[in-house]
């Protein structure tokens, strides 16, 4: 509560306040200072009594006002505002939908030579610092995007910012207990903790029921008879789990969505063009780290596949046994992506895919390694490989030659070879 | 095609001031327009896919007036034996833009032109090798059809551009690099992983003092093994091979490419034209215009000399609906809009 001024008149209805005050800082002896003061006051509409009980907030002991952001990452959003709302008991701060200026933010902010999410990610740090945000959150990853975090807190501090950073890579080697304490210590101690974990479930089953429903859409939303009428849907379906509380409602909205999507006509042909998106964990799934890769195929009439997204890299990931799927072409971990991204080739080339395309962001040390061995995929299975490396810089009208004549050769090939 | 296209034609030939007669009668044609960053191409070809006139020229900058030319030496070729162009297809850089202007009714990107062009004059290819003036790609083919294909991403290093500036450096026509290579018996070792260290080694060895063949001789070995290690790594080259593109008209760097792949290297003599000609055969595939109502094809066949009547200006507008400002490109044809593009969501869209 601001401080109460001592030449303050006396008691007094709210309504009148403003009169009152104006009337008795003209009345004042003292000056400017005395009148400024009092011009304030009205706003409060408080008694000015210093023996008043304080009222008593009603609020929920296990809740923190603390306003946590996260970054922009596909369509995971949803489940990123359940786990800060639910699971952690704090604010959200959301995000409009990024914009090129956005990702010049960011650039500006960072080494030329770092890969390319670094610098989408720094971009949404800023726009969520100047949107109010008192935490930013960084889930790091199994590369260099472990390393990510520190360097980015570094740099938003170096440009005056102040906020706190939950950073799941640090206390990594602790495991689950070292995030815990990392999100009760920085968001909020007084977590439900048993509550929480429940919460924490619903929010992974979020994140399925998101995958499922995008698998859906991809393999056919190609086909759809009115133009955007997928799109609609899923819009829906993400505002529908955006306002979800508890797990009924992540499975209804899911419901819901599938139903609507079963309904949707569609002109699907039996032997529909099928392509194969791999690559990495940001690329090959950020619509805006590919530039709408997914929308560009779609548009042509593609039935599209992607086996990376947050299910199978995290919820779902067993990496040996992954491998033994692609045991012929890769003999170990070779890193973060690299088993998921060569066993979804080598099974799309089995499914006999009509074509892969494999993206990957600028400097993917990973990921180029994996290329080679995509080479041998596509060359034993016949299937041809569309390589892309996408960077702050890549042109949109580049992608869109790469991406129709990709499409162009593939189709043709359908075509001679049908029977 | 024969029944729809007689009756078309039987209904154009009176309407059409100035066709009447012999030309009414003469003879279908699609014209293929291929407009990349140096250059602009043009063929003519008959309905059974034969080139009846072939044009080659500096884009300098300017395509629409560069495409205008094309048109412009096209026609002249035609005076002798008439012909109705019915279709165009556009590929190339400026495909979009020049597609607009002359009423195109296919406009591809250059890969899938090359490699339709390329099949149908030589079946058998397994490998297309294409440089062009800021691109260079490889196209593997199996039974006709493309399987696989590779562009230059990040880099233009060793395309016609790079070697064309060097020539000016060397203070030699471009035109006569493959002669010049020839003759060298000793060629320098140039660097060839980048355009920038190429260049500082290039220079390195005029100031050493090595004989001008030799490092032109290098300068073509260097494009070839660039192209190798860059755009044609991981691909499977098989012969025979079919290299075309700007710099294919350059014997020096098919001598090098036959070396380095220990391999014949065929180039056509209409090798630098293929992107047109496989314009001009997808448009025939997607059959005559028909009556467009404006514009070259307002008639039905493409009236030459009203194409290159028009003026056609483009506009480039910063779309302030949201902060992504796409800028969006509407051209104009006199004064009518014809075709906008560059908006990246329908808040943007501008119709003619």
Request: include cysteine; aromatic fraction near 8%.
């Amino acid at each position: 509560m601001a401080d109460i001024p001592t030449g303050a008149p006396g008691p007094r209805a709210p309504g009148q306040l403003p009169r009152q005050s104006t009337d008795s800082t003209m009345a004042h002896p003292l000056g400017a200072l005395e009148r400024a003061s009092v011009v304030v006051k009205p706003a409060t509409g408080r008694r000015p009594s210093l023996w008043e009980k304080r009222r008593r907030r009603r609020r929920d002991k296990h809740h923190s006002a603390k306003k946590c952001a996260f970054f922009r990452y596909c369509y995971y959003d949803p489940a990123f505002k359940y786990f800060i709302e639910q699971v952690l008991g704090a604010e959200y701060v959301a995000l409009p939908a990024s914009t090129k200026q956005t990702t010049e933010l960011g650039a500006q902010h960072s080494s030329d030579y770092v890969c390319t999410p670094f610098k989408h990610i720094l971009g949404d740090y800023i726009e969520a610092l100047d949107a109010g945000a008192e935490v930013l959150v960084q889930f790091g990853g199994p590369c260099r995007l472990g390393y990510y975090g520190e360097l980015q807190e570094r740099i938003l501090r170096d440009m005056g910012y102040d906020f706190e950073m939950l950073n799941f890579s640090v206390d990594i080697e602790k495991g689950a207990i070292g995030w815990a304490k990392q999100c009760m210590k920085v968001v909020n101690p007084n977590v439900k903790v048993g509550a929480g974990l429940l919460k924490l479930a619903s929010c992974a089953n979020m994140v399925v029921k998101l995958d499922a429903a995008r698998d859906f859409y991809l393999a056919n939303a190609g086909f759809e008879r009115e133009r955007g009428s997928f799109a609609r849907v899923w819009e829906s379906y993400l505002e529908a789990l955006r306002a979800a509380t508890a797990d009924r409602d992540v499975n209804s909205a899911y419901r819901e969505a599938m139903d609507a999507f079963r309904a949707l006509p569609v002109d699907k042909p039996a032997d529909p063009i099928r392509i194969g998106v791999v690559g990495e964990m940001f690329t090959a799934i950020d619509e805006r780290s590919n530039l709408e890769l997914d929308a560009k195929l779609l548009a042509m009439g593609v039935e599209v596949h992607r086996m990376m997204n947050l299910t199978n890299r995290w919820i779902r990931y067993n990496e040996p046994n992954l491998r033994v799927g692609a045991k012929d072409y890769v003999g170990y971990d070779m890193g973060p992506t690299s088993t998921l991204t060569i066993a979804a080739a080598v099974r799309y080339g089995r499914e006999g895919l009509d074509g892969l395309v494999h993206a990957k962001s600028a400097g993917c040390t990973p990921e180029i390694d994996c290329a080679a061995v995509l080479q041998r995929v596509a060359q034993d299975f016949e299937v041809p490989c569309l390589y892309l490396t996408f960077d702050a810089q890549t042109s949109d009208t580049g992608l869109d030659t790469r991406l129709e004549a990709f499409y162009d050769m593939l189709a043709m090939k359908k075509e001679r070879m049908r029977p | 095609m024969s029944d729809a296209a007689t009756t078309r034609q039987a209904e154009t030939a009176p309407a059409a001031p100035g066709t009447e007669g012999a030309a009414a009668q003469a003879p279908e044609a699609y014209l293929g327009i291929d407009i990349g960053s140096i250059s602009t191409k043009g063929v003519v070809i008959g309905v059974d896919g034969a080139i009846l006139a072939r044009s080659y020229l500096w884009t300098e900058g300017n395509p629409v007036q560069a495409t205008k030319n094309v048109v412009d030496e096209l026609h002249g070729q035609l005076a002798e034996r008439p012909v109705r162009i019915v279709g165009a297809g556009t590929t190339g850089s400026a495909r979009r833009l020049v597609g607009a202007m002359l009423g195109a009714t296919v406009v591809k990107n250059e890969i899938t032109a090359h490699a339709v062009g390329t099949t149908f004059l030589h079946p058998d290819v397994r490998t297309i090798l294409e440089i062009g003036g800021q691109d260079s790609k490889i196209i593997c083919v199996a039974d006709g059809i493309a399987v696989d294909y590779a562009m230059n991403t990040l880099c233009a290093a060793g395309t016609g551009s790079f070697l064309s500036s060097q020539a000016h450096r060397l203070g030699a026509a471009v035109e006569e690099f493959g002669e010049i290579a020839l003759t060298s018996k000793h060629p320098a070792n140039i660097a060839a992983r980048c355009t920038v260290f190429a260049e500082s080694d290039l220079v390195h060895k005029i100031q050493v003092g090595y004989a001008r063949e030799d490092i032109i001789a290098g300068l073509c070995n260097a494009v070839a093994s660039n192209y190798l290690n860059n755009v044609g790594k991981g691909k499977r080259i098989e012969a025979p091979v079919v290299f075309q593109g700007g710099v294919s008209k350059n014997v020096g760097v098919v001598h090098a490419f036959e070396e380095q792949l220990g391999m014949a290297v065929a180039v056509d003599p209409d090798g630098h034209l293929m992107g047109a000609f496989g314009a001009a055969l997808l448009a025939r595939d997607a059959g005559p215009v028909g009556e467009a109502g404006t514009g070259p094809f307002a008639s039905g066949s493409f009236d030459s000399e009203a194409a290159l009547e028009f003026t056609f200006t483009t506009r480039e507008v910063e779309c302030q609906k949201c902060a992504n400002h796409c800028e969006i490109i509407c051209v104009y044809r006199d004064r009518d809009l014809i075709d906008s593009w560059g908006n990246r969501c329908e808040k943007g869209e501008v119709r003619p």
